[in-house]
């Protein structure tokens, strides 16, 4: 069944140069595989898959989340705030917004778009 393999997140995007630049030098992510596909970068134990797609940023929910240890979470979001990643934040219940960082839970994270609109979230485990 599925649930034997692993999953590749795929990303739409409107400008696949865009989102080189920003996917690797922004959130400095390895590319893997460029090709006609797109272009596959390494994330943890896998890949994820950018491509250009007509339908580019039309998700408006999250489209990829990154968790990260506790412990690393404030240096991570550091990093993207000096490469000039605005976060996002949004009418939730039970969210607690400090400069970006939400708090729910006993989890933080943060949302940001990339160039074509794609919803990304970095976060702690919960609890």
């Known amino acids: ?3 034997t393999y692993s999953a590749m997140p795929t990303l ?6 865009a989102a080189r630049s920003f996917y690797g030098d922004t959130l400095g992510f390895s590319v893997s595989r460029d090709d006609e596909e797109g272009v596959r970068y390494r994330h943890g134990t896998g890949d994820f898959l950018v491509y ?12 990829v989340s990154f968790e990260v240890p506790a412990d690393e979470f ?3 979001i550091g990093a993207l705030r000096d490469k000039g990643v605005e976060f996002q934040t949004f009418d939730m219940d039970g969210v607690e917004w400090s400069d970006g960082v939400a708090t729910i839970s006993g989890m933080r994270g943060v949302w940001f778009a990339d160039p074509s ?9 919960m609890g």
């Open 1 to 3: 069944m599925l649930s």
């Open 12 to 17: 739409g995007v409107k400008d696949l140069a």
């Open 117 to 125: 609109g794609n919803l990304i979230s970095v976060a702690t485990p």
């Open 52 to 63: 250009e797609s007509a339908y580019a940023g039309t998700n408006k929910a999250t489209a």
């Open 74 to 76: 404030d240096s991570e």
